[in-house]
């Protein structure tokens, strides 16, 4: 597995994508918080993150499934992925080398933005007058949200060899779980339906850790979720094995 993990950040620090992807990202989110007039802290007037986190998500909707589409696409267009199937290598240490890999170059984009925290700590009136259990919990939220998206990344990387389709099938995926079952929560008016629907949207879980309590079961959940989409992803690789 760790073998995987190498060549995975190896393979992603030595393309110009790598780079490219940081960028738009880290440029995206600078001026979501600081430059658009409707989500910058300095006209908000309060030492608050609220906006960062409440806009990240949909950034890193189209960002991880980028970054993600080439894991196993790549490597059964381009014939490696027999090869590596043809080693003394587990399939479960196949999925989890790339997981683990991709998370934490989601994790090493995000790392930057910890400048912003910096930022409003010294900008409140008094300095430190801002609520870092909040700012953490959500941190904490965001890495588990990104960890979700990674899987369901790696998941539909191993459905095709086409890129492109994996970067689509991702962002929909994610779209969905994120966006579409908190829609269809409230069409869904009250009831058991309802209520289900609402405690399954992926932004309810994301958002209740941003609160500054960080409640087990929404960590649970999330770490659930990337669970079955890693299993997905197995029983892919076991398929394409046979």
Same mark, same amino acid.
């Given at each position: 597995m760790?073998?995987?993990?190498?060549?995975?950040?190896?393979?992603?620090?030595?393309?110009?994508?790598?780079?490219?992807?940081?960028?738009?990202?880290?440029?995206?989110?600078?001026?979501?918080?600081?430059?658009?007039?409707?989500?910058?802290i300095?006209?908000? %007037?309060?030492? #608050?993150?609220?906006?960062? !986190?409440?806009?990240?998500?949909?950034v +890193? &909707? =189209?960002?991880?499934?980028?970054?993600?589409?080439?894991?196993?696409?790549?490597?059964a267009?381009?014939?490696?992925?027999?090869?590596?199937?043809?080693?003394?290598?587990?399939?479960?240490?196949?999925?989890?080398?790339?997981?683990?890999?991709?998370?934490v170059?989601?994790?090493?984009?995000?790392?930057p933005?910890?400048?912003?925290?910096?930022?409003?700590?010294?900008l409140?009136?008094?300095? %430190?007058?801002? #609520?870092?259990?909040?700012? !953490?919990?959500?941190?904490?939220?965001? +890495? &588990? =949200?990104?960890?979700?998206l990674?899987?369901?990344?790696?998941?539909?990387?191993?459905?095709?060899?086409n890129?492109?389709?994996?970067?689509?099938?991702s962002?929909?995926?994610?779209?969905?779980?994120?966006?579409?079952?908190?829609?269809?929560?409230?069409?869904?008016?009250?009831?058991l339906?309802?209520?289900?629907?609402?405690?399954?949207?992926?932004?309810?879980?994301?958002?209740?850790?941003?609160?500054?309590?960080?409640?087990?079961?929404?960590?649970?959940?999330?770490?659930?979720?990337?669970?079955?989409?890693?299993?997905?992803?197995?029983?892919?690789?076991?398929?394409?094995?046979?």
């Amino acid at each position: 597995m760790f073998a995987i993990f190498q060549k995975e950040i190896g393979s992603f620090f030595n393309s110009l994508i790598a780079y490219i992807v940081m960028a738009a990202f880290l440029t995206a989110i600078g001026l979501i918080v600081w430059v658009f007039p409707d989500s910058n802290i300095l006209d908000y %007037g309060y030492a #608050d993150l609220g906006s960062f !986190f409440q806009l990240a998500p949909y950034v +890193l &909707l =189209f960002l991880i499934p980028a970054i993600t589409m080439r894991s196993i696409a790549e490597e059964a267009r381009n014939g490696t992925l027999e090869l590596l199937l043809t080693k003394p290598l587990r399939n479960s240490e196949l999925v989890l080398g790339k997981f683990l890999a991709n998370w934490v170059l989601v994790a090493i984009t995000l790392l930057p933005t910890l400048i912003y925290y910096y930022s409003v700590y010294k900008l409140g009136n008094p300095e %430190g007058n801002v #609520d870092s259990a909040a700012v !953490f919990g959500s941190y904490i939220g965001l +890495l &588990l =949200f990104c960890g979700v998206l990674v899987s369901m990344g790696i998941w539909t990387s191993s459905l095709t060899d086409n890129q492109i389709v994996a970067f689509i099938a991702s962002v929909f995926i994610a779209f969905v779980w994120y966006v579409g079952f908190g829609a269809l929560a409230q069409l869904a008016g009250v009831g058991l339906a309802a209520e289900l629907l609402n405690w399954a949207a992926l932004d309810q879980q994301y958002l209740a850790l941003g609160k500054g309590l960080v409640d087990s079961r929404n960590i649970i959940y999330l770490l659930s979720l990337m669970a079955l989409f890693l299993f997905l992803a197995y029983i892919r690789i076991e398929k394409i094995r046979k």
